[in-house]
């Protein structure tokens, strides 16, 4: 029993040790700041079959059709016509999203013998290509951190 009371005062004295060296040398807690995100809602799908991928691209070289290039890609599921993509731990920066209505499931965007999207494609800011896809001049933004959120409507050609 002795012994047991002699760890309980030992724990309580290395406590308040501690609580003093934080005092002393003016530590307070900070907060967490907010996580980084981009919040992508995707709207105008013409059904709920496949999967939406969402590609974040930073630079113009790569936009929209180096999607093994994308700062980050994602999949997301459909429903009720919809889908959403959170890009998660974005740095501060110039970017550019890309979205592909992946109706048959293959990963990746289908396209006609003469090169045009078969399935549904979108950019951020709603931009669209001409005589090809849109220029990431016209889709990109600029991202300070926090919470952005985005909306892009899916065109079908």
């Known amino acids: 029993m002795m012994m047991r009371m002699f760890s309980g005062c030992r724990a309580v004295g290395l406590a308040a040790a501690l609580v003093a060296t934080c005092g002393a040398f003016g530590q307070t807690p900070t907060p967490m700041p907010a996580e980084n995100i981009i919040h992508v809602e995707i709207g105008g799908l013409r059904n709920d079959k496949g999967q939406m991928?969402?590609?974040?691209?930073?630079?113009?070289?790569?936009?929209?059709?180096?999607?093994?290039?994308?700062?980050?890609?994602?999949?997301?599921?459909?429903?009720?016509?919809?889908a959403v993509c959170d890009f998660t731990g974005v740095a501060t920066g110039t970017y550019a999203v890309s979205v592909v209505h992946d109706e048959n499931s293959n990963g990746k965007l289908d396209r006609n013998f003469i090169g045009m999207p078969r399935e549904g494609v979108g950019a951020s800011n709603d931009a669209k290509g001409h005589m090809g896809p849109p220029k990431f001049s016209a889709a990109c933004f600029q991202y300070k951190g926090g919470r952005l959120e985005l909306k892009i409507h899916v065109n079908y050609l």
């Open 53 to 82: 991928l969402c590609a974040l691209f930073s630079s113009a070289d790569a936009f929209p059709t180096k999607a093994d290039k994308a700062v980050a890609r994602l999949t997301a599921k459909i429903a009720e016509r919809q």
